[in-house]
């Protein structure tokens, strides 16, 4: 079985899309998405119909929930707050509804998915060091957990409280060990990489494989300009930050 990990997809169809064409080309079974499906972007119903068709199983992001409720962040910068409130105004009753019903974390097969981190998910913190790793890999049952909300791809990996890094694209999963792994963003990447990102997971190799692609960064900064978003959020995408 190959799960295909979908961390941050922030109503970016363009980039959304291209990865969906990678992914099928690696003969992908399953799709699962680490949360912020909307959020910065100028597409978010055609984002959550496209996770619908794909029968994706979808955790809570912090954008997801402030998007489909009446509450507006405290912690929120004004640019990705005025992404909040345009998002509102585009959902329909049928994508708020899916929106306010993801859960916070989910466990599908030996693997977990969270949005922030197994500590505390209602309090979005970031992981974002191996410190903040260790708090969430000492709550997470599963052999491995993915995560997203820092939009930067890291692999964590566990072994009698000792925690390590992995720099690498491909891990694969030893026994005693618990990882903890950040597939990347699909729609709006924060490692100074513009090019789009997601990870397959291989249950029958036990590897897990993270992939970069170039996509139409073009048309989604168009669409921002044209929906009257922030410019920022536009800019952005070119430079990956
Ligand atoms: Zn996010």
Wanted: hydrophobic residues 35%.
């Amino acid at each position: 079985m190959k799960f295909a990990i979908l961390g941050d997809i922030h109503a970016n169809l363009e980039a959304l899309e291209r990865v969906l064409q990678d992914a099928a080309q690696r003969g992908t079974d399953r799709f699962v998405s680490v949360g912020d499906l909307v959020g910065y972007n100028a597409d978010p119903v055609a984002c959550i119909k496209r996770l619908k068709k794909i029968k994706a199983a979808v955790v809570l992001g912090n954008h997801d929930y402030y998007a489909s409720s009446r509450e507006l962040p405290d912690n929120f910068n004004p640019i990705a707050k005025k992404a909040i409130v345009w998002t509102r105004r585009q959902l329909n009753i049928f994508s708020r509804r899916m929106l306010a019903r993801l859960p916070q974390t989910l466990c599908i097969d030996q693997m977990t998915l969270v949005h922030s981190s197994l500590h505390q998910p209602e309090d979005w913190g970031y992981i974002q060091n191996i410190q903040d790793a260790k708090q969430s890999l000492e709550c997470q049952t599963t052999p491995l957990c993915f995560f997203g909300h820092t939009h930067r791809p890291a692999i964590y990996r566990m072994k009698n409280g000792t925690i390590e890094t992995i720099d690498s694209e491909t891990v694969t999963l030893e026994p005693g060990y618990k990882y903890l792994i950040n597939p990347g963003s699909v729609g709006q990447p924060r490692d100074r990489d513009p090019r789009t990102g997601y990870a397959i997971y291989d249950t029958k190799t036990k590897t897990v494989s993270q992939f970069r692609m170039e996509y139409d960064i073009e048309t989604a900064q168009k669409k921002i300009e044209a929906a009257g978003l922030p410019e920022s959020d536009a800019l952005r995408l070119a430079i990956g930050r």
